[in-house]
């Protein structure tokens, strides 16, 4: 019994440093279909440099002028970010939304997958755990939710989420694939561009326990004169409660397949978008195709994740676009976020953008070596050196 118990104990111990070793380094993990689990049509790229939305020579692209070559370094990088990276945006979905936090979690997340078999799904249900009324909806214990999220045969995570581990806590961010692919309802294969149909992303955040960080989505303004207010000194805020409230009701009556991807505090949810910019360009729901690199396509992309995905990259534009001072922004942003690291006392009496200080500096740090490391390299830029500006600007 002796080398048993051993055996025992060293596998106990082994488990036990791999848990912190995870928790202090990071794990993040988001799917990525192989050749064989997609059904899309694939054909040689069309063009070999591109300048700012036009296709260009070797010879043009010459002398530094920053054309990009399209190589297969360039397009292995591409459809691993479109799979994989969320920019961070876990961070400010799991941390501030409490996307994880609310009825949606991880543990009845992963009992869906598991209820799967390996089988795949266009729309994922999700159990509730107990009884809740949100956005004036009710949902009643051992109900489903309706995610529409697209699951893939064999995955283990659905299509478009990346899950992380780090200080022990476990995170959701969502990458570009949530949204622009998704899964044949026969085969369970991955079809890459086309939109997320049935997307239930409104109810999604709605089920966050702060899903009021995204009030600029909705027609809701927190220092409407039908929201209550609070005031702190000089600083007058909405109830969180109320807010919360009205937000949800916004964000839950947004229709599936479709969201408010403009940040100008309307409640206009349009369909989303496919990524066949090639094929579609210029046109587009909104002519979001017609300006930018790659066929418009870049710009859909800083859409998402310079708009949507991270509400706090507003605050210095939010004087203008939603008549609140920066600090006011942050506050209503921060007064309720999941992760007590990042909620805004109003009682302490500093500044809410104090908050994140630490986080603004490591991202100015990184954006100086970023600089330095891109101002090396002279000529034409390559899929190395978006990779180099993916790797440090991750945690920005």
Known sequence: MRPFALVIFLVLVAFVIAIAITAAVGFRYAYEPSP???????????????????????????????????????????????????????????????????PLRITNVTKA??????GGTTNLRVEVPETVVVGGRKFEKGSYFDT???????????????????????????????CHATVDPETKKVIEGAPNGDLNAGLLIALGTNSAAYFMHTDVHP?????????????????????????????????????????????????NPVSFTWGNHPYGWSGNFMAGPFR???????NVHALNSDSLLLADSSQTLFDMDKET??????????????RYDPSSGKKPSKTARKEAIKCRRLLAILERALSARRGRSSGKEYGIRTRLTRNC
């Open 296 to 302: 418009g396509l870049s710009s859909q992309n800083n």
């Open 329 to 342: 922004f942050l506050a209503v942003l921060l007064q309720n976020a999941a992760d007590k690291k990042y």
């Open 113 to 118: 997958i598991l209820a799967l078999k390996g």
């Open 223 to 271: 220092l409407a004169a039908n929201i209550p207010k609070v005031v702190h000194g000089k600083l007058t805020l909405p109830n969180t409660a109320a807010l919360e409230e009205a937000v949800d009701e916004a964000l839950i009556m947004c229709p599936r397949g479709n969201f408010d991807s403009l940040t100008d505090l309307k409640a206009d949810p349009t369909q």
């Open 36 to 102: 064989s689990n997609v059904i899309s049509r694939i054909r040689a790229t069309p063009e070999t440099y591109n300048l700012w939305n036009r296709s260009v020579t070797q010879e043009e692209a010459k002398g530094g002028n920053g054309a990009v070559r399209i190589d297969e370094e360039t397009l292995r990088l591409g459809r691993e970010a479109f799979y994989k990276e969320t920019f961070n945006n876990e961070i400010f979905l799991s941390d501030i939304v409490g996307i994880l936090d609310g």
């Open 148 to 178: 529409g999220l697209d699951v893939p045969r064999g995955a283990i995570v659905p299509l478009g989420m990346a899950i992380s581990i780090s200080g022990w806590k476990i995170r959701a961010g969502i990458t570009c694939a949530a």
